[in-house]
Nanobody
Framework: ERQLVESGGGLVQAGGSLRLSCAAS????????FGWFRQAPGKEREAISC????????YYADSVKGRFTISSDNAKNTVYLQMNSLKPEDTAVYYC?????????????????WGQGTQVTVSS
C-alpha cells in the first residue's frame, strides 16, 4: 500500500521558517516524482513544488520561488519542503503528493497519491 505522511506544520510568525517532511512508504521511490500542494480555505489546491527523484530536477511555483526549497533523502524515502521568509499568504493546509509522471505537477493535473495534509499558519 502506497502511503504519504506529512509532518512539520505549525504556527510561525511572518519571516520565520518551517520544514515540512513527507515520509513515503510502499513506493519504488526513484520511480516517482514527489511534491507539495497547498490549499487555503475557499481557494483551489495549488501546486507549489515538486522533485523528480530519478534526476533531482525541481519545480517551484512563482509564489514560492526563492523562498521554498524541496529536497529528498532517498535513504529515508522522505521528501522535505524547507519554507523560509514565510508570509501570511502562505497559510494553508500543505499536502504531499506523488505521481509517476513529474509533468502532472505542473500541467494542471492532480497526482495519484496524497498525504493527509499538515496545517501551516503564518501570523502577521
Amino acid at each position: 500500500e502506497r502511503q504519504l505522511v506529512e509532518s512539520g506544520g505549525g504556527l510561525v510568525q511572518a519571516g520565520g521558517s518551517l520544514r515540512l517532511s513527507c515520509a513515503a512508504s510502499g513506493f519504488a521511490f526513484d520511480d516517482y516524482a514527489f511534491g507539495w500542494f497547498r490549499q487555503a480555505p475557499g481557494k483551489e489546491r495549488e501546486a507549489i513544488s515538486c522533485i523528480n527523484i530519478r534526476d533531482g530536477s525541481t519545480y517551484y511555483a512563482d509564489s514560492v520561488k526563492g523562498r521554498f526549497t524541496i529536497s529528498s533523502d532517498n535513504a529515508k524515502n522522505t521528501v522535505y519542503l524547507q519554507m523560509n521568509s514565510l508570509k501570511p499568504e502562505d497559510t494553508a493546509v500543505y499536502y504531499c503528493a506523488a505521481d509517476a509522471w513529474v509533468q502532472t505537477f505542473y500541467s494542471g493535473n492532480y497526482p495519484d497519491y496524497w498525504g493527509q495534509g499538515t496545517q501551516v499558519t503564518v501570523s502577521s
